[in-house]
């Protein structure tokens, strides 16, 4: 082997080492849309309101609803991401992972992590299992694909249009799947920060739920019996429902 071979040989190597390493892999490889403010100010207003007018896909081959049975009513992270990327992306999934590790009691039975495709082209469910072993997801984290018109209502749904998925916008949702709060975030690379988004939502889940249970330990009020005030007894009442 003379010397131009052998250096082919190792640019070719060296390139499938960042290829399979995400860490590695540079910036700038034309992504304008990442960086882009306008993008990020386009979708900084648009609503979020997840459906299952899409039936999408996930890694193991799952065909899920997107409201019902991916989202299901769990707190939820949100990335947008493609196999192909070599900028932004694999820093998303790269913060999706520390996630996971930081959330791991609470992965899949009360928070769940999805990573939505934005080629869903060139991303099948065999190619975003293979390329999430990277990442050494755990239950609770959805590599979701599916057909394109599935794909783009799924987007849609989450406040994103693309024309190419290079120019998709750099963004993490955070949200409450039950009550339809989201929270968009920009610093995708900051997992704390998205940490903070999400204990902040449980901890307003929990609150919900102790205004609930304490409502209807409170005693029916009637016409004649006025609010309950006497000494050991629980103050106000509650009006029956209709």
């Given at each position: ?12 190597l060296m390139l ?29 207003g648009k609503p ?195």
């Amino acid at each position: 082997m003379n010397w131009r071979t052998k250096g082919l040989a190792i640019s070719v190597l060296m390139l499938g080492l960042a290829l399979s390493m995400p860490r590695a892999w540079a910036h700038g490889d034309g992504h304008e849309g990442h960086h882009g403010a306008r993008a990020a100010a386009a979708a900084a207003g648009k609503p979020v309101k997840p459906t299952d007018a899409a039936t999408l896909v996930d890694q193991d081959g799952r065909q899920l609803r997107l409201a019902s049975d991916a989202l299901a009513g769990r707190i939820v992270v949100v990335g947008f991401v493609y196999t192909n990327c070599s900028d932004i992306c694999p820093l998303v999934s790269q913060t999706f992972a520390q996630l996971q590790e930081s959330l791991a009691p609470l992965m899949d039975r009360k928070v769940r992590l999805v990573s939505l495709t934005v080629d869903p082209v060139r991303d099948t469910p065999a190619r975003l299992k293979e390329y999430s072993q990277h990442f050494a997801p755990k239950p609770g984290w959805l590599w979701l694909t599916g057909d394109v018109t599935n794909v783009a209502q799924a987007l849609q749904a989450f406040g994103i249009h693309i024309t190419k998925p290079e120019n998709h916008p750099a963004q993490i949702l955070v949200g409450d799947a039950q009550s339809g709060r989201w929270i968009r975030l920009y610093d995708i690379d900051k997992p704390q920060q998205v940490l903070a988004k999400v204990d902040e939502l449980l901890a307003a889940q929990r609150t919900a739920k102790h205004s609930v249970l304490h409502g209807a330990e409170r005693e029916p009020c009637t016409g004649t019996t006025p609010p309950a005030a006497s000494a050991g007894a629980k103050t106000g009442c509650a009006a029956r429902p209709v």
